[in-house]
């Protein structure tokens, strides 16, 4: 069986500024394993680059990896060698394409999920400060009953003020996300102000490697606020441990979880915690949406919006409408490349 290593350039409608910086153009990659597909989206903010993703996969061994049972998909996933996350996700993926393809279901089946149970998806708004730029943005996204707003700009009064125009505009349900910019003092003077919005959840007001600051932040907090949810604090369960008690929830990726496996894990963990769970995104083509989408049905919250944001897009996979996420019932992940979807209709 052959494997290949695709590196890819994903191009964005427009630049999509957060609190870590701008970004015109993100750097993926995706493994094939004969008719399989997966992908991984190294973030430079995490240490991940995309060289680095390719040299893992392509020193893998499709044989080895499958051994004598191509069906024995724990023993595959326990054969991968230790290596970046990015990486790891994208083989894993792979992996559990080929799976439910061998088996001829589609992947969430196999799982006993049915997607109609998903939550809906946000759309993301990135970071203005142009009132009339940002006014657009709402209205274009129209139809979408959850709106995530970006923040950090390193101006918590400009951060109020976005947050303000937004909720004028829109009854759109509002989700905040700061991206780890606000120190513990600011988070905890502006959260309950932020709070008086209507906002259906917080994520990651503070810089993301000091796990108890959640802790100090939690005891500066009153108690009646929309949860609180860590996404960079996040990146392996011994995290999710550390927090309980402090975040009210945490946003997988599996990117950065290192595939569907470990987020599969990382849910059940969080559940025995009674912590919410969001599943979440970097940039990522189809490939990955898509395998998200599958785990969808195991979460509270949805922000699986990244390929609306893409210039183009190498594959079709799930499709995200109104917020809602529909999967195919074809086998697998049910994404197909876009060349061949075209000439298919």
């Known amino acids: ?20 910086g701008t970004s015109t153009t993100r750097q993926n990659v995706l493994v094939h394993l004969a008719d399989s597909v997966g992908e991984g989206a190294p973030v430079p903010y995490y240490g991940y680059s995309q060289a680095e993703a390719v040299a893992y996969l392509q020193s893998l061994d499709p044989h080895a990896l499958l051994g004598d049972d191509p069906l024995a998909l724990e023993e595959s996933l326990d054969r ?17 394409d080929h799976w ?3 088996l001829g279901q589609p992947l969430y089946r196999l799982w006993g999920l ?27 996204a129209e ?9 950090g700009t390193g101006d918590l009064g400009a951060d109020e003020a976005i947050v303000r125009l937004v909720r004028q505009e829109t009854d759109a349900q509002l989700g905040i996300d700061a991206n780890s910019a606000w120190s513990v003092s600011e988070a905890a003077s502006i959260i309950p102000r ?36 860590a996404d960079e604090s996040v990146r392996l369960p011994a995290d999710i441990l550390a927090l309980a008690g402090a975040a009210d929830g945490i946003n997988i990726k599996l990117t950065k979880a290192g ?35 599958h785990l969808a049905p195991l979460a509270d919250f949805a922000d699986l919006d990244s390929t609306l944001h893409l210039a183009s897009d190498p594959y079709v996979g799930v499709k995200v409408e109104g917020g809602r996420l529909y999967l195919s019932q074809a086998s697998g992940l049910g994404v197909v490349r876009r060349s061949l979807a075209t000439s298919a209709t």
């Open 143 to 151: 139809g979408f009953p959850i709106l995530k707003l970006k923040l």
């Open 194 to 229: 932020l709070a008086d919005y209507r906002l259906l959840f917080i994520e990651q007001p503070i810089p993301r490697d000091d796990i108890e600051d959640w802790h100090r932040l939690r005891r500066r907090l009153p108690h009646d606020l929309p949860p609180l949810l």
């Open 114 to 140: 049915n997607p109609l149970h998903a939550p809906l998806s946000c759309f993301t708004l990135s970071i203005t400060r142009d009132e009339d730029e940002l006014r657009r943005r709402v209205q274009a």
């Open 100 to 102: 439910a393809r061998q």
């Open 1 to 20: 069986m052959q494997l290949t290593v695709e590196p890819i350039t994903l191009h964005l409608r427009t630049p999509f500024r957060i609190a870590h």
């Open 80 to 96: 991968l060698p230790p290596g970046p996350a990015p990486a790891r996700a994208a083989i894993d993926i792979a992996l559990h």
């Open 259 to 293: 595939g569907l496996r470990e987020a599969r894990r990382m849910i059940a963990l969080a559940r025995t915690l009674d912590m919410q769970v969001m599943l979440g995104c970097m940039i990522e083509s189809s490939v990955g949406i898509t395998a998200a989408a």
